[in-house]
C-alpha cells in the first residue's frame, strides 16, 4: 500500500492506496471535497487539478507530451508550469509511497 497526503493549508490528510490507482482514486476514497474528477478519470474536465509539493514533483513520471493533460491545465487560473498535474493522469507506484499534493483552494 502506498499513503499520499493531501495538504490544505497547514493541515495534511492521508489514505493508503494500491499501485497502480491514481491520485484521483485517493482522493476519492476519502472524499476530498477539492477533487470532484467530474469525467471520472478521462483527463476531460480539470475538475481534479492538483499542485504536486516540490519535494516530489521531480519524482514523479511527466505530463505524457500526446494528453490533454497540458491543455486543460493551462486553462486554470490556479495554472503552475512547475507544481500542476491532474490528479487523475499520476499512476501511484511505489516509489511514490509518501507522496504530498496540495490541494486547490478557490479564492
Known amino acids: 500500500m502506498i499513503k499520499v497526503f493531501f495538504k490544505k493549508s497547514d493541515s495534511l490528510t492521508s489514505t493508503t492506496i494500491d499501485e497502480g490507482q491514481t491520485i484521483l482514486d485517493a482522493a476519492k476514497k476519502i472524499n476530498i471535497a477539492e477533487i470532484s474528477g467530474d469525467c471520472r478519470g478521462n483527463c476531460a474536465c480539470g475538475t481534479c ?3 504536486v ?3 516530489w514533483i521531480d519524482k514523479i513520471e511527466p505530463i505524457w507530451t500526446a494528453s ?7 486553462k486554470s487560473k490556479h495554472y503552475n508550469e512547475k507544481l500542476s498535474r491532474l490528479s487523475c493522469q499520476i499512476d501511484v507506484k511505489n516509489e511514490y509511497d509518501g507522496i504530498i499534493v496540495n490541494l486547490i483552494e478557490e479564492s
Not at 68 to 74: A, I
Request: proline share 0%; no cysteine; net charge negative.
Open 68 to 74: 490533454l493533460e497540458s491543455y486543460l491545465l493551462e
Open 53 to 55: 509539493d516540490e519535494s
Open 49 to 51: 487539478h492538483v499542485h
